[in-house]
């Protein structure tokens, strides 16, 4: 009898360690993704305009993608939260850091900051770019939409231009990755319309200087 209890409790012990291991060999399947700067493919800068500041921000987006979880959406405007596939950090930031690296590039300068503005930037900001996103999402193996108001503002505060700009990217390959990429491209482009601005803008004033 108490051979038989034993080995009752062994084999309880074993079938738990054994779930127990079970549970710890099972990966997990969620997945990370961050906006990244898309490198233009033809830069073209204006000579002298190294020292133009431009200060990207605030940007906002709306409730629905203002998650962790990667939202999509269908031809139909029904959504889809994605369970395993998520961004890495607030959708905003990551938003607000690429346009800022983007319009570095299209504009030719190293002087841009990103809000929230730390110490006295705002004092010396040549041009302030404000950003309200009204779509930034789409559907994997098909297209990605970026449907954005934004603002251009200069030194004294007075608003020069004010602009909504609806940008599709198709996308031909299934998954996230691709999406996100996507995505990447039409922040790229979104960039490459607000530094035609600020470049046109810091010609005329330069002409009017010299």
């Not at 629905?64 to 998520?86: E, G, H, K, N, P």
């Not at 040549?126 to 990605?144: I, K, M, N, S, T």
Request: net charge neutral; aromatic share 6%.
């Amino acid at each position: 009898m108490c051979s038989q209890a034993s080995r009752f409790i062994w084999l309880l012990l074993m079938t738990g360690v054994l779930a127990l291991t079970g549970c710890m060999s099972v990966a997990d399947p969620t997945k990370y993704y961050v906006l990244s700067p898309t490198p233009p493919h033809e830069p073209a800068p204006i000579a002298g305009e190294s020292s133009v500041a431009v200060g990207v921000g605030p940007v906002l987006i709306p409730g629905y993608l203002d998650r962790v979880q990667i939202v999509t959406r269908d031809a139909s405007d029904q959504v889809a939260v994605a369970m395993y596939d998520r961004w890495a950090e607030p959708l905003e930031s990551g938003i607000a850091q690429v346009l800022a690296d983007n319009l570095g590039t299209h504009v030719g300068s190293e002087r841009i900051a990103v809000f929230p503005w730390r110490g006295g930037v705002a004092r010396v900001l040549d041009y302030q770019v404000a950003v309200v996103v009204l779509r930034f999402e789409g559907w994997p193996g098909r297209q990605a939409t970026l449907d954005a108001r934004w603002r251009l503002v200069g030194r004294d505060g007075t608003e020069l231009v004010l602009k909504r700009s609806t940008l599709n990217e198709p996308i031909t390959e299934q998954g996230y990755q691709p999406l996100v990429q996507g995505m990447n491209r039409l922040l790229s482009t979104l960039a490459r319309e607000i530094a035609s601005e600020i470049r046109s803008r810091a010609e005329a004033t330069a002409r009017s200087k010299s």
